[in-house]
């Protein structure tokens, strides 16, 4: 029987067939479900990268072979990016970035802000989607259900309370911690009506569904999208901010050095224009190709293909968690209709820690989740429901440095080459967790990290060493 288009990606994941240790003996094959955190990349993708390297040298103005070639790869790669965004190309910029903290850290500082200006934002943003507009303006956030997903009436509200003060709204395109899809654009189209811009944090959504930054005139349009190459198939450094041109223009650069100038004298300063004023140093461009080429292939494999294997994934691992009794998802338990959430689940087990749990699932069933609080605090205190006096308490013990007793959860996060048996594996052995039927762990007093009782740590090294193959 042919394979499926997502059988032959699961079979070109690289890392797919890594032997990871079992504590009861031997190895098993590791499964990776923590893809929200990064995700693994693609050989094609690797080829590709493989095949540039053969042309790489710095890009600019050298007039060698090397560069006239790596130049134009830098800026085609940047093209791709844009048309991946449904970016203007009139209107709107792409700036390569290391990630998308930094993308939100510099559109922080680019955008003209005035002495009273409102950000508004919600409760279920990543830190990079909050810490960056603290600095700059008073930020107003919008509540979430109990479910997860945004509160779409107090987004109004909050929208009506601050208008003619809200300069930027930003919001995550889905949850990292729920799986929650945003509906960006009538967000957009209400930002709009009310005379602020958006902003969206693509991160999570960018490898899972289709983003259309529209055209300047349309009401529903994306003023601004950040994203990184990690998420999305191409973990080589670089990240995307893109958005208007004239919002990324202040007087000077952000960053300044080389790159960012087309003369220095003693005495003056002639700033390049975008991009490259926002692209201090030698850029990223083998990242910035490996992002094009993930771009590319995502596209070619089709988002309805995608987008169909992962919402029948993520309602398949919803059923299954919902029978282990003792297992509790947060947000609801299901779906209500294609689309509205991408494969991000976070769950618990009754009476057991989130790190008990996750170094159960990795050392007696080689399956990788995330555990903790995923640099979401806020999102996952309110999914808790842990009120204000239970956060001072836990801000009190991470002041001192006491981080073992901090609440968290677990997370379980599918990429398109994930199957059933991946999630098999998460549940079977949570079934067996939920028993009592695992060994007995040792815990850091002060992180709360968990290891096998009366067993040495894992020592990396004995897996990946950084010494090159030296020429024979």
Known sequence: MALTTM?????????????????????????????????????????????FIEYYTNVGRSTGFKSEVATWAYEESRSAIARFLGADPVADTVIVTRNTTESMNRLATLFPFKPDSVVLTTLMEHHSNDLPWRRRARVVYAG????????????????????????????????????????????????????????????????????????????????????????????????????????????????????VVDLVTLDSIVWRG??????????????????????????????????????????????????????????????????????????????????????????????????????????????????????KHACGDASCGRIADLPGVLRASFGLYNDRSDVDALCDTLEAISRGEHAEYDSDPKTGECWPKGRPRLNPADYFSLMPRLPA
């Open 144 to 259: 979430i259900n109990l479910e997860g997903s945004l509160d779409m009436d107090d987004f109004a509200a909050k929208l009506r309370e601050y208008r003619g003060k809200v300069a930027l709204v930003t919001v995550t395109g889905a949850s990292n911690v729920s799986g929650w899809v945003n509906p960006i654009h009538q967000l957009a189209r209400l930002a709009h009506e009310a005379g602020a811009l958006i902003a969206i944090d693509a991160a999570q959504i960018a490898p899972h569904r289709p983003i259309d930054m529209k055209k300047p005139e349309d009401p529903e349009r994306l003023d601004f999208v950040a994203f990184s190459g990690h998420k999305t198939y191409a973990p080589y450094g670089a990240g995307i901010l893109a958005g208007r041109k004239d919002m990324l223009h202040p007087a000077e650069p952000s960053l300044v050095g080389g790159g």
């Open 274 to 391: 975008l991009p490259g004023r926002e692209e201090a140093g030698t850029p990223d461009v083998v990242g910035a190709v490996a992002l094009a080429a993930a771009a590319k292939l995502l596209e070619k494999v089709g988002w309805d293909n995608i987008t169909r294997h992962e919402d029948e994934l993520t309602a398949y691992a919803l059923e299954r968690l919902g029978r282990i009794p003792g297992v509790r998802v947060f947000g609801e338990a299901k779906s209500d209709g294609p689309g509205d959430r991408i494969g991000v689940i976070a769950f618990e087990v009754k009476g057991k820690s989130n790190q008990l749990v996750g170094a159960a699932l990795a050392c007696e069933a080689a399956v990788g989740v995330r555990c903790g609080l995923f640099c979401a605090h806020p999102h996952v205190f309110a999914l808790l429901g842990l009120g204000r006096e239970a956060q």
């Open 7 to 51: 059988e032959r990606l699961r079979s070109e994941t690289v890392g797919i067939d890594v032997q990871a240790p079992l504590l009861s003996g031997g190895t098993r094959a590791f499964v990776n479900l923590d893809n929200a955190s990064s995700t693994p990349t693609l050989r094609p993708i690797v080829e590709k990268v493989d095949e």
